[in-house]
């Protein structure tokens, strides 16, 4: 059973930073891409950004520039500088995984969730 394990939630002052890193773990073929969504109360869950495994990146509007995305195997990162309170949310990992090379599809795996409070 692959499981994706957050870290590096928490709460910090407007224009802080905090770092999120989201580990992939279990046996499985490939799993790509990887990326962070955000679900703040209230709202739907929204894409932040995603890397392919060969680096290729995509960000929401509302981060870029603010907002780094980064890969290391099966581990993902999320550098959040220049926080706004309006980046206050639940982020979630997400991945795609294929289990075994003769799995046509890729599968879709969401983390637990870690919470990111930005006070003003």
């Known amino acids: 059973q692959v499981q994706l394990v957050e870290s590096g939630g928490g709460l910090v002052q407007a224009g802080g930073s905090l770092r999120l890193s989201c580990a992939a773990s279990g046996s499985f073929f490939n799993i790509n891409p990887m990326g962070w969504y955000r679900q703040a109360p209230g709202k739907q869950r929204e894409l932040v950004a995603t890397?392919?495994?060969?680096?290729g990146t995509n960000y929401a509007d509302s981060v870029k520039g603010r907002f780094t995305i980064s890969r290391d195997k099966n581990t993902v990162y999320l550098q959040m500088n220049s926080l706004k309170p309006e980046d206050t949310a639940v982020y979630y990992c997400?991945?795609?995984?294929?289990?075994?090379?003769?799995?046509?599809?890729?599968?879709?795996?969401w983390g637990q969730g870690t919470l990111v409070t930005v006070s003003s």
């Open positions: 890397v392919t495994s060969v680096g």
């Open positions: 997400n991945a795609a995984i294929k289990y075994n090379s003769y799995d046509a599809n890729y599968l879709e795996l």
